[in-house]
């Protein structure tokens, strides 16, 4: 799921990561795997924010715009080369044509993602014209549906069926990943599901299970990997736990999961937040930030001097908030993923050309690394990487997801969570098998804790009114420094917040 925002994607990176792909070839005969890259995002806030001001729906989780995460694909026969953003909050891979409005702007918008050219492909085959994401806005992405010879991972599957966008708002196209009943033709023409890309490949034997895990990597990082049919060993600590993945509207049709304690640990000093908790989350590699209730975004916030600009819908912080010796540990049932607090502090200007022409999308200037209270990046302004959901359903985006090795097991309806190891060079990848319990190094949590899903298809908070009606000072009206005492973990923590959020943060 991704918000609109032509406007958000920093071009910085297009042109240097477009090339950094490498494919992956496993001896294991039934594992497919590739890298993935990332390209940093301006404003990932805005970025989100369409799709999480609209009610929940197929059609907006369809209608994407830029995400963080993308993999080569060839379609066609001779092969055509693609460049697709991997979602696991949605389930149609679908491609621009050349001839679309937005592939026709200046700058050619679609060149780096590239284009499908059905009558170039000798095995091109029409489906049906369902294919229809849109806004309530009118933007989106339509046309037909088509199967073709598709490739990923060095592996190939014939007759794969995808999306045609001939109408597009969106000048890249996307690899959705999810369960098949969140398909668009299954939610807008009332169509059966079909076999999309994971299925597919099951189908065909690539992979024994509808099974994959994915690896997002460090924030500092510029590549992670998607496993298809198998798990990385190597790339996470401990041990892989599972736990159910639960239904809304009474079918497996996103990835939620329940989210049962929050613990802030700062320097050992450890606070338990158990406002709104358990509640549902989804997972969803194609948000950027993290959308959580909003009283417990709210107790975030005051523990860490955050402050809400509601013009953006987002917190604000000092950038030096990352040089803290802090982490958010998020609890389900059993396992924990610990996020450090420089995965939640997000530089709004890392990735531009301008202040990162190595186009990795380093968050921090290197000459600020020792910042104290009134140097290096205490006087810049970060975006905390924690929003409210404003009533909406809670998500688990990319600040996240990027700290957790995570394995979607669809054949059994289970996610399986480890704590990621940070830009781990070494690789044990063993095949996921067939039947239950197939995930290798992983066992269940048993009574895993389960949050009721609301009807709309996930955790609901109570209604929030439309204008002012956020729990949430801003903070756009102080001028000066304004010294404040905040209680937290037992340590008085002194913070000044001054005009535009500037502020410092000492211990
Ligand atoms: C990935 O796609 C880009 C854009 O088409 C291309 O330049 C690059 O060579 C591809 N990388 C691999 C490994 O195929
Ligand atoms: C293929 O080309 C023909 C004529 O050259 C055109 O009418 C048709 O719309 C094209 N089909 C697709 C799928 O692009
Ligand atoms: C796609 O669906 C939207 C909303 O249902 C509709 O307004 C639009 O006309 C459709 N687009 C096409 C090309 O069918
Ligand atoms: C991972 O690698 C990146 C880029 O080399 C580096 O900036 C970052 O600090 C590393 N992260 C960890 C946790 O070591
Ligand atoms: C960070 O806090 C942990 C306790 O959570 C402590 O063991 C560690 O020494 C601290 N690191 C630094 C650099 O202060
Ligand atoms: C923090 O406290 C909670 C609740 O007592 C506990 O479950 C958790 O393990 C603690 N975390 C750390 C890092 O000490
Ligand atoms: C690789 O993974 C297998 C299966 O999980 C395990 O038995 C083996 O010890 C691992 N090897 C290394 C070198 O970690």
């Not at 001896?27 to 590739?34: D, K, R």
């Not at 959705?176 to 807008?188: F, M, S, W």
């Not at 905390?384 to 404003?390: H, K, L, M, N, T």
């Not at 404040?484 to 000492?506: E, I, M």
């Amino acid at each position: 799921m991704k918000g609109l925002a032509a406007a958000a994607l920093a071009a910085g990176l297009l042109a240097s990561s477009s090339a950094a792909i490498q494919l992956t070839e496993r001896e294991l005969p039934n594992v497919v795997g590739l890298d993935i890259t990332r390209r940093a995002v301006e404003n990932p806030v805005k970025r989100d924010a369409l799709r999480r001001r609209q009610s929940k729906t197929v059609t907006e989780t369809l209608t994407n715009e830029v995400t963080l995460y993308y993999a080569n694909v060839s379609i066609g026969t001779p092969a055509q080369e693609l460049s697709l953003h991997i979602d696991t909050g949605s389930s149609d891979l679908w491609v621009n044509v050349a001839s679309s409005e937005i592939c026709t702007f200046r700058g050619d918008p679609c060149s780096s993602a590239g284009t499908y050219n059905a009558n170039s492909s000798s095995t091109y085959k029409y489906v049906n014209s369902d294919f229809n994401v849109s806004y309530a806005d009118g933007s989106g992405a339509a046309g037909d549906y088509a199967t073709d010879a598709v490739s990923i991972g060095g592996q190939s599957i014939t007759d794969l069926q995808f999306g045609i966008g001939y109408d597009s708002t969106t000048p890249q196209g996307i690899l959705g990943i999810g369960y098949t009943a969140d398909e668009a033709q299954v939610n807008t023409a009332r169509l059966k599901s079909y076999a999309n890309l994971p299925q597919a490949m099951a189908n065909a034997g690539l992979i024994r299970s509808n099974a994959y895990s994915l690896w997002l990597n460090d924030l500092d990082a510029s590549t992670g990997s998607i496993l298809f049919g198998g798990v990385d060993t190597a790339k996470y600590t401990g041990q892989l736990q599972t736990i159910p993945i639960q239904k809304a509207f009474d079918q497996y049709a996103e990835f939620i999961i329940t989210l049962t304690g929050m613990d802030l640990v700062n320097n050992g000093n450890n606070q338990s937040m158990t406002t709104d908790l358990p509640t549902a989350v989804v997972l969803d590699s194609g948000s950027s930030l993290a959308y959580l209730p909003n009283d417990l975004t709210s107790a975030i916030y005051s523990a860490f001097e955050v402050e809400y600009d509601q013009s953006q819908g987002a917190g604000v912080c000092s950038c030096s908030l990352a040089d803290e010796n802090i982490t958010l540990d998020f609890t389900f049932t059993s396992p924990t993923i610990s996020i450090p607090i420089n995965e939640l502090v997000i530089n709004p200007n890392a990735g531009s050309t301008t202040n990162d022409p190595s186009g990795t999308g380093d968050r921090e200037n290197p000459n600020n690394q020792n910042s104290g209270q009134n140097g290096g990046n205490g006087g810049s302004l970060c975006i905390f990487g924690i929003a409210p959901a404003e009533g909406s359903t809670a998500v688990l985006g990319d600040t996240f997801l990027r700290s957790a090795y995570v394995v979607y097991d669809l054949a059994n309806n289970e996610i399986s969570l480890a704590q990621t190891d940070f830009n781990a060079t070494d690789s044990n990848v063993s095949e996921i098998g067939t039947g239950t319990a197939s995930v290798p190094d992983a066992t269940p949590v048993s009574s895993a804790v389960q949050a009721a899903v609301s009807e709309t298809g996930g955790a609901r908070i109570g209604p929030v009114s439309g204008t002012g009606g956020s729990p949430f000072a801003t903070g756009t009206s102080t001028s000066g420094v304004v010294p404040k005492q905040v209680s937290y973990g037992g340590l008085a923590l002194a913070a000044g917040v001054a005009a535009a959020f500037t502020c410092t943060w000492t211990v």
